[in-house]
């Protein structure tokens, strides 16, 4: 501020270019309508109203979608290298699991053997979830693509920001050509590129992760392996611990941008974020 008869207008107009700053030239019978200019560009009190978007947003509820392996190999017997009847423990696994996750959760079911089926359309009935596994046997081949390109296409059209793919086999993710092998990592990209949360389980020996590491990297998710079930109960018990954290917090993430224009008219864009427990 330039003020009384002989101020150094010059170098005052100097630093305040200079500095990315403001100048003034008052008088005493103008000062105090400079400090009003000033209080305006410096006074950072607002008073903001919130008012909920009439468009709905997607959902913060998390949806899970189960693609269990069903084939030939889960239920056979113990003297049979590594299975010992799993697709019973597996099931008992995801009784269980459904049972403990957060109220509300959506999820659905797919098997995959020969043929990739939807049991259990998308629902937050724990019961439901459960009664869908009654009938699940094992039998038939292993169709590993077809299984992710359903689940793929299942969570494509659930307009959600939480969502998970719990994808449990023990074929190894092994692809019989390479024309689906290309396919196959397509898919994968889709899931990522779609902020899926994606976790892969595998019940096979550590000697097989390979593809598990893969899909996981290509995903940017988790992976987990082991001969018999432990790597699905160490998969599900993750899952539901990150579902239980998420659904525990009762903040909203809320960014505020503001652009207030100084005195001279040079917009100037003020902002800040934080979690608020927005009722």
């Not at 403001?22 to 000033?38: E, G, H, L, P, T």
């Not at 998308?122 to 699940?136: I, K």
């Not at 207030?260 to 008219?265: L, R, V």
Request: hydrophobic share 40%; with cysteine.
């Amino acid at each position: 501020i330039a003020y009384g008869e002989k101020p150094d207008e010059q170098t005052l107009q100097r630093l305040a270019t200079d500095s990315g700053g403001a100048y003034y030239r008052a008088q005493a019978d103008s000062i105090a309508a400079v400090f009003d200019q000033i209080r305006g560009i410096v006074d950072r009190d607002y008073r903001i109203t919130y008012r909920r978007p009439a468009k709905v947003a997607p959902s913060s509820t998390p949806v899970i979608t189960v693609v269990l392996d069903i084939s030939g190999s889960m239920n056979s017997s113990p003297s049979s290298s590594g299975c010992d009847f799993r697709i019973e423990k597996a099931k008992d696994l995801l009784r269980d699991f459904f049972g403990r996750l957060p109220a509300g959760s959506v999820v659905q079911v797919f098997t995959f053997a020969s043929s990739v089926d939807l049991i259990q359309v998308p629902t937050t009935d724990p019961a439901r979830l459960r009664h869908s596994l009654l009938d699940v046997e094992a039998n038939g081949s292993t169709e590993t693509l077809d299984a992710a390109r359903a689940a793929l296409a299942s969570l494509e059209s659930i307009p959600a920001r939480n969502r998970y793919l719990l994808f449990i086999t023990d074929a190894a993710l092994q692809l019989a050509s390479d024309a689906q092998r290309k396919d196959f990592a397509t898919v994968l990209a889709a899931l990522k590129e779609r902020a899926i949360r994606c976790v892969w389980v595998g019940m096979v020996p550590t000697t097989e992760q390979a593809p598990f590491v893969d899909a996981a990297k290509q995903t940017g998710g988790t992976y987990v392996v082991s001969p018999g079930t432990e790597s699905m109960e160490k998969a599900l018990n993750s899952l539901q611990q990150t579902l239980a954290e998420k659904a525990a917090g009762n903040e909203i993430a809320l960014e505020v941008l503001i652009d207030k224009p100084d005195a001279s008219g040079k917009p100037h864009l003020y902002g800040g974020n934080g979690l608020f427990p927005l009722p």
